[in-house]
């Protein structure tokens, strides 16, 4: 199913794609059509007006002057050496009867002649040529589709950022209800089990199961501040991202033998990696699901989590968490990350989508998965800037 909808929505914005090239090739021929029609236009009707005037012409081609007046597009009219005799509508600066003019007027009267056809002009025993190029009715009609093109993709653009920053503000108020009201509901509960943990400690035999359940139910506080600090500003301070991990690890690796997993844990830690800016509740929480995502993949076969971190030489913190589970498609690594996506038949496939916004959005990192392949494990990558190069002593 989920596969299924991941190709729907390709195949849409394959179809849209194709639409709007679509819509391109359109605009393009119907704008070349145009500027094919209006130049036979222009070419018939300066036919038909040089036609005229040469039934009326005198001995004397300066007379032609009188013809162009009316004339609104580049013309040159030349001897039929290619000599030219007079222009119009040309730029002002070759007005000035020169060599170097002439032979600029000369380039473009050969430019003319690619797209025009040159009109004979007969009188006496000479002919003489009417070279002319494109109005500027013609020239915008050329130009008409890169505006519109150029405003057609500004207008897209402005729409679908609208769109996404408008559908982000919905998740975001989502988000902050739904974080803050399951905050609301476990307080209740995390205060009964607190009050019931203090009357089973007058109990000598049940020491070791109280520590357990006193870290279990101060976990359950933890969770609850944690959604509780979903919408609201994060306070952030230099930690230590090997204890950070390694108080994840180790709660997950005393909670492990208890499902029937075989599943170990491998750290790698760079002895000179320095300190970073974090919220240590909240990026707990993004290592977590991490780490519960890689447990879930390797539930029935069990295998190994390592995790490394490490500082490149850059002002960047790679985090990398390996796993040896199922892994998935590669054309849904960034699927696992909107909210609601889930290859499992429980859950609401929100822990990875939350992650992804505690690590971007308060802690101004990314995160993604840099490789993946069903059968073959995942990883993800996690990238922080540090706070200060610190050697550990």
Known sequence: ?????????????????????????????????????????????????????????????????DFTRTIDFPLIYADSEGQPKFWKN??????????????????????????HEPIPFQYDTLTDYFHYGDSDVIRQVQIFPVIVLLATIAFGLLGYFGYRQIRRSEESGIWVGMARETAHQLGTPISSIMGWIEVLESDPGMVEALEQMKLDAGRLEKIAYRFSKIGSEVDL??????????????????????????????IEIDPHLPQVMLNEFLFEWVIENLVKNSLDSMASTGGVILICARSPKSDRIHIDLTDTGKGIDPSLKEDIFRPGFTTKKRGWGLG?????????????????????????????RIILRYLARKEKQ
């Open 1 to 65: 199913m989920i596969l299924r909808r991941a190709n729907m929505r390709g195949t849409i914005k394959g179809l849209i794609f194709l639409l709007g090239v679509v819509v391109v090739i359109g605009i393009l021929s119907y704008a070349r059509y145009l500027v094919v029609k209006l130049r036979e236009e222009a070419s018939q009707n300066l036919q038909i007006r040089v036609h005229q005037y040469s039934l009326l012409a005198t001995y004397s081609p300066e007379e032609v002057l």
């Open 90 to 115: 040309l730029p002002a600066d070759l007005d000035e009867r020169n060599a170097e003019n002439q032979a600029h007027i000369r380039q473009i009267m050969a430019r003319m002649d690619a797209v």
């Open 237 to 266: 301070a230099p930690a230590d991202l090997e204890t950070v991990i390694q108080r994840v690890v180790g709660y997950f690796s005393q909670r492990i033998p208890r499902a029937g997993r075989d599943v170990h844990f491998q």
């Open 352 to 380: 990875l989508s939350l992650a992804r916004r505690i690590v971007q959005q308060y802690h101004g990192g990314r995160i993604f998965v840099l490789e993946t392949r069903p059968g073959a494990g995942i990883t993800f």
